[in-house]
């Protein structure tokens, strides 16, 4: 004991390796994780009694989750782990976690975010009807319970993880109704040298297209989704959109995957008072870090999907990076020579990042076409129509004003599901820059809280 | 029976699972999650209290807080995050629910 008190958060890539790499230096870290067990959303684990193989599971990525899932396995007993415990807050120095109903305050020296990343969502009529999942939803689903989401499945969005889930889907033997990206083709081209920094995942990207289009599978690029259809008391029963050339076209099925990338967990990150920039790539607001992963506060270190979607390889190498910056900074001798090798790849990963961005970009467009009675909220089913309303009439064309105005973010996912195109609509209805219009401030606790909550006893 | 939402692909020999939904029996399987032991048996998970119908919940990773269901004791759980158990009895509906007039 005595040693430096470090803290992860995250159990994914990014924090498996940052674990990894302060044990290899003598350290025993605390790890936070929120979910039953580690491996994070892309690796995640299927539950105990499950038996499909790791090439079921993870596909071209079974090596890569066998890897990590062993170094965590290597790591029980060297580190404190703390599963099934939410971090909710961070403040003076401590991070406040909570495990079944019992918070604690955990002072730290060195604290590295792995918060990883929720579906960037933009709404479309209809998505609050029973059926309608985000992406990550209906990968969830399929890879952690061997289910599909519905008999009938449309994908709708855009994004690497669109054509991935749904290959998923129709491998496992679900039904694929069509693939509908919101993306035009030709962006795909202009994004090309980017795309090329990491040519197998381009490669295997085409790969995947393919394979839903030699099975038959409708596949559009440009459309604009018009309107999930359904009944609000029964099911969801088709999607119609336009296609690139402005004909209507209507998909039956009674289930949906809607997804536009991704978006960083960033409320731990903005509790600690981290500064924030706007990155006009991918039109949001993301919290400043140096190439090691080092944000503006000292002593906080954020690392993959959480800072960056650079994807779980990514993650890898920058919770491995962000360790060693913190052993650095806590005085540590660290080899140059590895921390350069990891910035190496944590730019290309990121050249990929900013490629993906452009080829299937977030369709902001869309926040000024959607019709008023749209559900942008979904935990309080507050209208875009009312959001609009505090944006021209109550002069709320900043985020938090509007939010406060209209409720729409104050709800119980705490805006992770509306934030974005909330920003888009009220820039939209004000004729302002998105980035004029800000962001939602992260608030404590960052997850719903049960009142019956209680304080350790120390 | 309601129609079942979702649909198993595999992984369908694990020892079954008795609880209830409502007060009807239902059967699951060990290790479904209690948001999948709900809608292999029956649509929707719970009613929006906002007046837009039922929902069946969305992100599955415990960050839209659309699947809270309740127990008869009135505990309020995430059903995508805790897996189902014998004899759980699960209700739709908060009990004592009081956010009707604002529907």
Same mark, same amino acid.
């Given at each position: 004991m005595g040693g430096p008190r470090v803290i992860i958060v995250g159990a994914g890539p990014a924090g498996v390796r940052a674990a990894a790499t302060l044990v290899a230096a003598g350290i025993t870290p605390t790890l936070v994780e929120? !979910?039953?067990?580690?491996? !994070?959303?892309?690796?995640r684990r299927q539950p105990e009694g499950f038996v499909r193989p790791y090439d079921r599971l993870y596909g071209s990525e079974a090596a890569k989750a066998a890897a990590l899932h062993r170094t965590f396995e290597g790591l029980v007993g060297r580190i404190a782990y703390r599963p099934e415990t939410l971090a909710w807050n961070l403040a003076e120095g401590a991070l406040h976690v909570v495990s079944a109903g019992v918070a604690e305050a955990l002072p730290f020296d060195a604290l590295i975010v792995c918060s990883g990343a929720t579906d960037r969502l933009m709404p479309v009529d209809g998505w609050n009807l029973p059926g309608t999942y985000s992406l990550g939803a209906a990968q969830i689903a399929l890879k952690s319970q061997a289910c599909a989401i519905g008999r009938r499945v449309v994908f709708l969005g855009t994004g690497p993880l669109l054509y991935l889930v749904a290959s998923q889907y129709h491998k496992a033997g679900a039904q694929v109704a069509a693939v509908l990206d919101t993306a035009p083709a030709w962006l795909r081209l202009r994004a090309l040298p980017q795309l090329l920094a990491r040519p197998w995942v381009l490669a295997r990207g085409l790969m995947l297209v393919a394979g839903l289009k030699r099975a038959g599978i409708p596949v559009e690029t440009g459309v604009r989704p018009v309107a999930i259809v359904g009944t609000p008391d029964a099911d969801v029963g088709g999607v119609t959109v336009e296609d690139a050339r402005g004909r209507r076209r209507s998909y039956a099925c009674d289930a949906v995957a809607l997804g536009y990338h991704l978006r960083p967990e960033t409320q731990l990150a903005d509790l600690a008072r981290c500064a924030f920039s706007f990155d006009p790539d991918s039109r949001q607001w993301l919290p400043e870090i140096d190439p090691d992963g080092r944000s503006s506060v000292r002593g906080v270190y954020l690392a993959g999907d959480g800072a960056r979607v650079l994807g779980a390889d990514g993650a890898e190498a920058a919770g491995e990076l962000a360790a060693l910056a913190a052993l650095r900074d806590l005085g540590q001798a660290v080899a140059e020579p590895r921390m350069a090798r990891l910035r190496q790849i944590c730019a290309r990963m990121d050249r990929f990042r900013r490629g993906l961005a452009a080829a299937f970009p977030w369709p902001a467009g869309q926040a000024a076409s959607l019709t008023d009675d749209t559900i942008v909220c979904r935990c309080e089913a507050v209208t875009v129509g009312t959001l609009r309303g505090v944006a021209r009439d109550m002069g709320a064309i900043e985020l938090n004003r509007g939010k406060a105005f209209s409720r729409v973010g104050m709800g119980r996912c705490q805006g992770r599901y509306c934030g974005h195109a909330a920003a888009e609509i009220i820039a939209a209805a004000s004729g302002l820059p998105i980035e004029a219009v800000g962001r939602l401030r992260g608030q404590a606790p960052v997850k719903p809280l049960p009142i019956a909550t209680v304080r350790a006893s120390t | 029976m309601p129609k079942p939402r979702f649909v198993r692909l595999d992984e369908t020999g694990r020892a079954p699972v008795a609880f209830t939904i409502d007060g009807r029996a239902a059967s699951a399987l060990a290790g479904d999650t209690l948001l999948v032991a709900l809608l292999v048996n029956g649509s929707h998970l719970r009613r929006s209290e906002f007046g837009d119908g039922l929902r069946a919940g969305f992100c599955m990773m415990g960050a839209c807080q659309d699947c809270w269901v309740w127990t008869a004791a009135g505990d309020r759980l995430r059903a995508c995050g805790i897996p189902v158990a014998e004899g759980m009895a699960i209700l739709t509906e908060e009990p004592e629910a009081t956010w009707a007039a604002l529907a």
């Open positions: 929120e !979910g039953r067990r580690d491996g !994070g959303q892309i690796y | -």
